[in-house]
């Protein structure tokens, strides 16, 4: 068997967007969202899925699939594709596909997705793993389980990602993109040898010979394509764009603009539902966008994962500092963060494959932002980022992660040529703070550690739930624990940032 690996294009489309390729008109041959009411999916009412074998069963929940973690069992249900068009040489499924491993990872390597076909031949999988440092990787095979071509790229844990998998089953070829599908993008992945077998069903399973992570997938739709296209130059598909509208862009004001940099992962780049108070805009409240333009803030803010992207604290945070400013004075904010990052992917010298759409590294599109107006206008950063490096950090006792923040910050004013930019930062996981209590020591000593720099300390006694979770969701704040967080960074910069009242 012949295998090749590319390297990955990490491009910031978000998880669960439909994708065209041309022909545009190629059939949909399953279309599956998961709406129905929550419960063990082949026994849910109307369920066109049956059951495979085994249990614990795979379960629809919150619009998602859920294929259990844990071993000694397969849960596996199978779904009839509909016929494929005559002539059809390949089939191409778009989902998105989250991992939330366990305490206890490593695991061994799952398949939670894959093509069926008379026999229970099972081609064209999409494979899992959790490596000993915690880390996630996606792969595919064309044939054999054994010979799995896995993405360089890390699989960012406990968020949605955006998957294109494209089983050619007559040149006996799998293509996989994970958060890259645009245009031009070579595959994330590609595995050949496989034989020319027509696909009929799709397969979600957890082989209970392994003690696998919990995996969800969701909006599943399967196409398929007949002779030579697009597809048969290993290119990604075109995107059907999901992004809003943009409105016209605003010039800022000369002068009295403050502008806020939003740095860090998901829970800075928000996961919250968004509500109409969340849509109101302030025409003191401005938000710069990847074009290098401005427009009116509203949530959401960030555009990191655009199908998931909600309420984070930086909206809120601007109304909550209006009061505090000079008459005739606006905030401008920079929102630049990335579900999913590790701390070692925003330093100033990292050469690796996780990127932005436009190919430039997060360290990168935060300059670009900050320079976007004059040194003397940025008025600070607020940063959450750590649930990444949870696992990692304990290895050496958070060593590694406060050299590195140093260094972020250092490096971060530097550049922006502010060597007293302030910095706040938040600590994590109130509902569970022992969780990250290697990474939040870290945190709450900042301020003794490091010059002009603050921290909203989330587990204080007074906050004690008010800030939560998301149902089902254990990473990510929910939308008003996200407002409230907005407001308590507000309260450090009053205290931080020069010429508050």
Known sequence: ???????????????????????????????????????????????????????????ARGGRAIIPAGAGAEASVARDLDPLPAGATEVEAVFSLRVDPSADAPSGVVFPFQFGS????????????????????AGVTAKSANDVVWAAAELPRNEDNAVVLRHDFVAGR??????????????????????????????????????GPEIRLGGITVRAFAGEGASSAGLAPAPVSAVRAEEPA???????FRVFLLLGQSNMAGRGAVEDIDRAADSRILAWRPDGTWGPAREPLHRDKPAVAGVGPGFA????????????????????????????WWQKDYAGTQRWADGSTYYARALTG????????LAGVLWIQGESDIKP????????????????????????????????AATLKPWNPAEADVINAIYLALPSEVPHTAVVRTQAPALAGRLNNKPDDTPHYDAPSARLLGELFAREARALVPGLR
């Open 1 to 59: 068997m012949h295998l090749r690996l590319f390297t990955p294009l990490w491009l910031a489309f978000a998880c669960g967007l439909a994708f065209a390729q041309a022909p545009v008109a190629a059939p949909v041959v399953l279309a599956e969202d998961f709406s129905r009411a929550d419960g063990v999916l082949h026994e849910a009412a109307g369920s066109a899925w049956r059951k495979w074998r085994g249990a614990p069963a795979v379960a």
């Open 118 to 137: 008379e026999g229970n031949k099972r081609r064209g999988r999409l494979a899992v793993r959790v490596n000993a440092d915690g880390s996630c990787q």
């Open 174 to 211: 799998t293509l996989l993109w994970v958060n890259s599908p645009a245009v031009g993008a070579v595959p994330s992945a590609l595995a050949e040898g496989g034989d020319a077998v027509a696909p009929g069903s799709v397969v979600l399973q957890q082989a209970g010979r392994v003690a």
């Open 250 to 256: 605003i010039t800022p004001p000369a002068r009295g």
């Open 317 to 344: 945070f601007a109304r909550s500092l209006l009061p505090a400013l000079p008459p005739g004075e606006s905030i401008g904010l920079v929102p630049a963060a990335f579900g999913g990052t590790r701390l070692a």
């Open 370 to 377: 900050g320079r976007s107006v004059p040194p003397e206008a």
């Open 393 to 424: 950090s304990q290895g050496d006792g958070g060593a590694a992660y406060r050299r590195d923040l140093h260094a972020f910050i250092a490096d971060l004013r530097a550049d922006l040529g502010r060597p007293d930019l302030p910095f706040i």
